[in-house]
């Protein structure tokens, strides 16, 4: 497993560099770093899930509102003729085309537990239509790829993991421009692969509209760079609020009683934010080991000189680069990545703000290619996780570019 290697690996590297540091630089003060941070960093852990619990319980409150009002049935059905275009190879009525957009759906709302097992029933159905069995068909690709890209309406586990920040939403429009991004970006290098026709009058109309009205918001954040702040958190609670609006009035005209529809919901809050610390204080101990000995801030200062011998003068975003390594890897390493920036720098900060879109803007992507071509046994994975990777990249760069525009004048 990918993910225990990188653990065990981050553990011994640690211990390595200090007892070089400790035997040829005379630095006596690296082990009671690394002792203090394995309780600290508990610490932290424990702490932000007091926080994470009473986040996940109204957001998937929210959440449970909108199932039950048929919002994602609506989502669903706002989208199927672009995904029709999207997937010429899968006939109109086939059962795969409702998985893969409720999937969609779910990842949108932010709703992970939903869309995983979605997902997974998707990629079956697709391969009962794939004429080579071990081999990757162009529709598995086209949807994984869609899916690692990871486009996000309301990112719940990220606005939870900001709590204890002043205005935990703000980062809601530079993520949400950052998934576009990333999202268009793994479309455009599939279809360029496949010879699908992006400039048909039905995906223009949909990717030309949402691309205009981004382009536009950046351009007066761009003009009115003191703004940028302010914009993210009025366009963004605007949009946020309306959801919620959207979500209410839905239930209530199918006569949903939203009380206790949100109370359902909330319940699994609880399980879901204690299932998450266990997996949150394994990689923050091990990140916090990995700081404490000298070795991260070894890569990271390498990387900023070469950086700034480039000519390059703004390195904020330098710092949050552990979470861009660990998210393609596994999600609750990049989580862990991203706490312990929060910690380092504090909630609000550039670097903070600029993890957090990094950890909203891509999926893992490595972890969601294993397994769901290995439930349907696929051997052969072609261009998948080239483009999937391209669209992390294409997503890494915008919320670096996204977060200066936004916050980098707040």
Aim: hydrophobic content about 55%; proline content about 3%.
């Amino acid at each position: 497993m990918i993910l225990n290697r990188i653990w065990i690996g981050m553990l011994l590297i640690a211990i390595v560099v200090a007892a070089s540091k400790l035997i040829f630089w005379h630095d006596i003060n690296v082990m009671k770093e690394m002792i203090d941070s394995l309780s600290s960093s508990a610490k932290v852990g424990f702490e932000l899930s007091l926080y994470l619990t009473g986040a996940m319980c109204l957001w998937l409150g929210i959440m449970r509102i909108g199932e039950d009002g048929g919002a994602m049935n609506k989502l669903t059905k706002a989208v199927t003729p672009l995904f029709s275009k999207l997937f010429p190879e899968v006939p109109k009525n086939h059962p795969s085309i409702g998985s893969m957009m409720m999937n969609f759906s779910a990842n949108m709302l932010g709703l992970d537990n939903a869309a995983t097992p979605l997902g997974l029933k998707a990629m079956k159905e697709l391969q009962e239509l794939n004429p080579k069995k071990d081999t990757a068909s162009n529709a598995q690709i086209m949807f994984l790829v869609l899916n690692t890209s990871g486009l996000t309406i309301i990112p719940i586990s990220i606005f939870a993991l900001r709590s204890g920040a002043e205005s935990p939403t703000e980062i809601f429009l530079p993520i949400l421009i950052s998934t576009f991004v990333a999202s268009l970006a793994g479309l455009i290098f599939v279809s360029i692969r496949q010879k699908i026709n992006l400039f048909n009058r039905v995906v223009l109309a949909y990717i030309g509209t949402l691309s205009l009205l981004i382009g536009l918001l950046l351009y007066y954040v761009v003009m009115h760079p003191e703004q940028g702040e302010a914009v993210s958190i009025i366009v963004g609670g605007g949009i946020m609020f309306g959801i919620i609006l959207t979500f209410i009035v839905m239930a209530t005209s199918k006569k949903v009683n939203v009380y206790e529809s949100f109370i359902e919901g909330a319940k699994g809050g609880f399980s879901v934010a204690i299932g998450i610390v266990p997996y949150l204080i394994a990689m923050l101990v091990a990140i916090a080991l990995f700081r404490s000995s000298g070795a991260l801030d070894g890569i990271l200062d390498s990387v900023r000189w070469a950086v700034l011998a480039m000519g390059v003068t703004v390195t904020e975003w330098v710092d949050a680069l552990p979470v861009a390594f660990m998210k393609p890897l596994s999600g609750s390493g990049a989580r862990g990545a991203f706490v312990e920036i929060m910690t380092n720098f504090g909630a609000g900060s550039l670097q903070e703000r600029i993890a957090a879109t990094m950890q909203g803007s891509t999926e893992t992507t490595l972890y969601v290619v294993a397994v769901y071509f290995g439930v349907v046994g696929i051997k052969k994975t072609r261009y998948a996780i080239t483009a999937g990777l391209f669209a992390d990249l294409i997503g890494i760069i915008a919320a670096i570019i996204v977060s200066y525009i936004f916050f980098a004048h707040g």
